[in-house]
Each structure stands twice: as structure tokens, then as C-alpha cells.
């Protein structure tokens, strides 16, 4: 078929391959090198003209989506995104970016191929149920710690905030939730949960500090709990539902009784202030964020909402620099896959594959990584198998 040739497109698919990723009838046009008029062209009804192959090619590339998706009759069904639990105003709150809505597209489709793979056999095993937002979230936090079987006196022993991110998802990971590391800008949200299909999903932002992460499997974890997916930013704003995600997982990751007992507590005495070297120690104990110790002293009446407020403040501008300096360093891509897929589902499509349900190409596909680093991939999974049993 020759490249100037028109081939002919549906123009409601051609327009839903532009929206779902945010672009602009200005942005494609840019890309193709084509005038504006042309892009509305093809999404008009009837379409003006149609693109020809070689532009079509190019849109496939640019919109991330397979070259046949094109040729549907009709845009398929896809899930709605999920709810926006983000505070901005709704007059500056800005659509998603591309690298967003990415995010989200990818963490669908690895929950259906999760389930797929898996073929249906999942299910939540030993998570509580349901809660309610009326729940006290200390009780539900208990039962969910027990259910994950990580104790206080584990918790302390881990060297860091990277093994403890690591521990903490294999525990939801046992309770069969699917959690994945995906990058998107942090501005946008620090993470997002898909509840409506199975397996429940959690995404945490792997462009957010370490710290970061461990609190938002854990606000994403409540709302699992809730049945009530979406994404978010922690910010509470009235929203109930932030609330109690929020006090859930500050209840799970720095239990009230483990705190007050701490030897830094205890001789603290009656003053609302607290030095910094102090909340860095307890912060380092429990492997969160000094914010998250001092809101859980807020909490306990053991400081003051005002000098809660300005050590935010002071720390908001930490965390920002803090990212930036993150992002950079030398990626390996078979512990970039292993991290962004999870250890259970990228062993279920290593399985898959060893059990010929589907070829290298389509593991290479499913976890996107080049196929010249599956071994190291095998390696890595083997490896964490073992460490975690």
C-alpha cells in the first residue's frame, strides 16, 4: 500500500485516539507537520479527507496506540477514568497530561491482563471486606495490619525507606492487590487506585519521594477498603473520603500506641514543639515522612496546629527539591520493569510464557521491556522469590 495512498478512518476513532491522550487538534497537527484545518478534516462527519499512510503510521506513534486501532469501526469501550479526589479549584485545575493519562491507560490494561492471565482467579484473600467512611480507621487500620502480618517490631528492623516501600508491597501483593510503580508528574497526583475490576489496583507515582510512595500504597489501600478508587493528592479539603484514607494510613504506618510509647515521646514532656533532629529520628523508626509523624502527634494533642502548619510548609519546599534531584541517574531496565510491574504479576507473565499461553513478544509487550533483558528480569524475579519465601 503506498504511503501517500488515503486510507480511510472513522472519524469518531480518529478523534477518540486524539482525546485519550489530551492532545489538542493543534498538537497533532504540529506533529505531522499539517495544517490544523486537515486533523478537524479527518474527525468531521463526513470526514473532508482522510490521512494517508504514512501520517497514520506517525499518529499511532504519537497517540501510543497500535497502528490497527485505526482501522475499528466504532472507539472501543473503555473504562472511565477514575474520580479526581485532587483539591486545586476547579478553575485552575488543569485535563491530565499525556504522561498521565498514560499512566492510567497502562494500569488498566495490566489489571485486565492481570485477571486475564490469572484467569479469574485472584480474589482478595484475608483483606478486610469493606469499611465505611463512619469506621473508625485505628480499628480498621489494626485489622489490616494483622491481615498483612507485619508488626511494629518488623517494621523497625528494616534498613531503610527503599526496603521498607519493597516489604510493604509484597504485603498488599500477598493479599492479591496488584500494585505497580508508573511515573507521571507529581503535580497531577501522587497516586491512584482502580476499584472497579479485579484485581483491585494500586499505582503509587515513582517520581514521588520514597517516603511519598509508602504513604500513598497505604491512602490507596483505604480506598480499596472503601470500594471508592480514584486520584489523588492527600489533600483533605472536606472531602470525607480523604479524610479517612489519610487517617488510615497514618493510623497503619504510625500506630498511636507504638509512637506515644517510643522513648523520644515519653521524654518529650508537655511542649508543642519538637526539634527537628527528634521528629527525624522517629521519622527514620517508622520509615514516613516527618510530616506524617508530626500530623500523628497533631492528632494525639502532643503539638500545636500552628506549628504543624509551618513545619509543612518548610518541608513542601524540601520534598520539591528533593524530586528533582531524584529524577535523575542511570536507569536499569530489568529493575525498572520488575519495580513498575510488581513481582507477582511480572512472574505471572514470565509463567505465562513458560507455559507457551503466550509468546516473548507479548511478555516483552506486557511489561515493556526490550526482549534482550528478559534473563535479567527471570534473574531479579527469581531472586525476589526466594528473599520473600
Not at 262 to 275: E, I, P, Q, Y
Not at 276 to 304: M, P
Not at 335 to 355: D, I, K
Amino acid at each position: 500500500m503506498s504511503k501517500t495512498l488515503e486510507v480511510p478512518v472513522r472519524p469518531e476513532v480518529m478523534k477518540w485516539a486524539r482525546v485519550t491522550l489530551g492532545k489538542t487538534p493543534e498538537e497533532v497537527a504540529k506533529r505531522l507537520k499539517i495544517g490544523k484545518t486537515t486533523v478537524e478534516g479527518w474527525e468531521s462527519e463526513p470526514p473532508q479527507r482522510n490521512p494517508n499512510l504514512k501520517q497514520l503510521k506517525e499518529l499511532a506513534v504519537y497517540l501510543k496506540r497500535p497502528l490497527a486501532a485505526f482501522f475499528l469501526p466504532a472507539p472501543p469501550k473503555e473504562a472511565p477514568l477514575p474520580k479526581d479526589f485532587r483539591s486545586l479549584p476547579t478553575d485552575i485545575k488543569k485535563p491530565f497530561s499525556d504522561k498521565t493519562l498514560l499512566a492510567l491507560r497502562r494500569a488498566r490494561r495490566l489489571q485486565d491482563l492481570s485477571h486475564e492471565l490469572s484467569e479469574g482467579k485472584q480474589g482478595i484473600q484475608g483483606m478486610i471486606s469493606s469499611a465505611s467512611t463512619s469506621d473508625d480507621p485505628r480499628s480498621v487500620a489494626e485489622e489490616v495490619r494483622k491481615n498483612l502480618g507485619v508488626t511494629v517490631e518488623k517494621q523497625n528492623e528494616w534498613p531503610d525507606e527503599p526496603s521498607a516501600l519493597t516489604a510493604w508491597k509484597h504485603a498488599a501483593e500477598h493479599l492479591a492487590v496488584l500494585v505497580l510503580e508508573l511515573p507521571f508528574p507529581v503535580q497531577e497526583g501522587r497516586a491512584f487506585s482502580l476499584t472497579d475490576g479485579e484485581p483491585p489496583t494500586i499505582v503509587v507515582n515513582s517520581n514521588d519521594v520514597m517516603t511519598g510512595r509508602i504513604f500513598s500504597l497505604f491512602h490507596e489501600y483505604g480506598h480499596l477498603l472503601l470500594h471508592e478508587g480514584g486520584i489523588c493528592d492527600w489533600s483533605e479539603d472536606g472531602k470525607t473520603i480523604e479524610q479517612f484514607c489519610n487517617r488510615f494510613a497514618g493510623e497503619l504506618l504510625v500506630p498511636a500506641q507504638a509512637l506515644l510509647r517510643h522513648s523520644l515521646v515519653k521524654g518529650h514532656g508537655t511542649g508543642l514543639t519538637w526539634d527537628e533532629g527528634d521528629l527525624r529520628q522517629l521519622a527514620r523508626q517508622f520509615k514516613v515522612s516527618r510530616e506524617v509523624v508530626l500530623r500523628r502527634l497533631l492528632i494525639l494533642d502532643r503539638t500545636s496546629e500552628r506549628f504543624y502548619q509551618q513545619k509543612r510548609g518548610e518541608w513542601e519546599v524540601e520534598r520539591k527539591k528533593q524530586e528533582k534531584r531524584q529524577r535523575g541517574g542511570k536507569t536499569v531496565p530489568a529493575r525498572q520493569c520488575v519495580r513498575q510491574n510488581g513481582v507477582p504479576f511480572t512472574t505471572l507473565v514470565l509463567e505465562s510464557a513458560w507455559r507457551e499461553r503466550i509468546t516473548y513478544r507479548d511478555v516483552s509487550d506486557y511489561l515493556s521491556v526490550g526482549l534482550k533483558h528478559l534473563p535479567a528480569v527471570e534473574s531479579l524475579v527469581r531472586e525476589e522469590r526466594g528473599r520473600n519465601g
